[in-house]
């Protein structure tokens, strides 16, 4: 808000109407996943340092009539996050037909012009370059790091319609090999995205994170176990690298390599690992 009333102050008329949100909690308390333009906490690495960051919805609307999640755009480093809003505000503002809607917009000009438009503010600097980029707002000149064992701004703690576990992730794998042996490879691709994203949710739901999406299963994998250290060095950058695969050009040998990957990550999530190991592994010891 102070962005809009002071550097961006040129957009103010123009963002009037825009739902423009930002939560650092698992749980969405504050409605990011159907704003137009939502932010949500995440966190990236660099240098060995951890650094702040969001990922990016865009396009969501919650009208009685129209109502949709918004699209994960990409993570970008928090200190960019009025760079991100000054170019998305000045592409609809150049880009905008008659009384179009923001959401009407961005999902006419499509994702991938709008990854490409803001690809360049993904970029990390590295720390002597120039170091607020590690420091989070409001906590300058404190290292920052992501915490486990914290509860949301809520308080409370996110409840799934159904507790997920590994024989979900299994029967998208089993769905992703029967699209492969039928050389349906699109097909094939996108179930075992879903396959890994499913089996990310189980170590997530242990510590009351609930995803809205596959790709945010997958992100908050990254940033609560990988980027811990949790993983022991393990599965470094698996959201881009899901990512990656499922956008590969959809023929047997991309089909065959996303597979192969969702097949070991599915069996990495099965078992307990980083500090659940040792608690798990004793209560099961002792059952």
């Known amino acids: 808000s102070e962005s809009l009333s002071g550097e961006l102050a040129a957009f103010g008329e123009l963002a009037r109407n825009l739902k423009i949100k930002i939560s650092g909690c698992p749980n969405g308390c504050a409605q990011h996943a159907i704003a137009d333009i939502g932010f949500h906490a995440a966190a990236l690495s660099e240098g060995g340092r951890t650094v702040p960051a969001h990922l990016l919805f865009i396009g969501g609307r919650a009208a009685l009539d129209d109502a949709d999640l918004g699209r994960v755009i990409g993570k970008y ?7 991100l809003l000054r170019r998305l505000l000045a592409l609809y503002r150049d880009e905008r037909r008659g009384e179009e809607s923001f959401p009407e917009c961005v999902s006419r000009i499509g ?15 590295s720390y002597d370059e120039d170091p607020s980029f590690y420091e989070d707002f409001g906590h300058e ?25 590994i024989d979900d992730a299994r029967e998208w794998l089993a769905q992703a090999e029967a699209y492969f042996y039928h050389q349906e490879f699109a097909h094939a691709a996108l179930a075992s995205y879903r396959a890994a994203a499913e089996a990310a949710r189980v170590p997530l739901y242990r510590r009351l994170v609930d995803p809205f999406t596959p790709e945010q299963a997958l992100w908050e994998f990254e940033n609560i176990f990988v980027l811990s250290d949790e993983t022991g060095g393990a599965w470094s950058d698996v959201s881009s690298r899901f990512e990656r695969l499922r956008e590969a050009a959809p023929d047997e040998d991309a089909a065959r390599a996303i597979l192969d990957e969702a097949r070991a990550f599915v069996d990495y999530c099965a078992h307990p690992f980083g500090a659940e190991a040792p608690a798990l592994m004793h209560a099961t010891a002792g059952a």
């Open 111 to 125: 994702d991938a012009r709008i990854k490409e438009l803001l690809e360049p503010l993904r970029a990390v600097p």
């Open 77 to 83: 480093p928090a200190r960019n996050g009025v760079a």
């Open 141 to 165: 000149h404190e290292r920052f790091a992501v915490r486990q064992g914290i509860k949301g701004e809520c308080a409370g703690s996110t409840v799934a319609e159904a507790v997920p576990t």
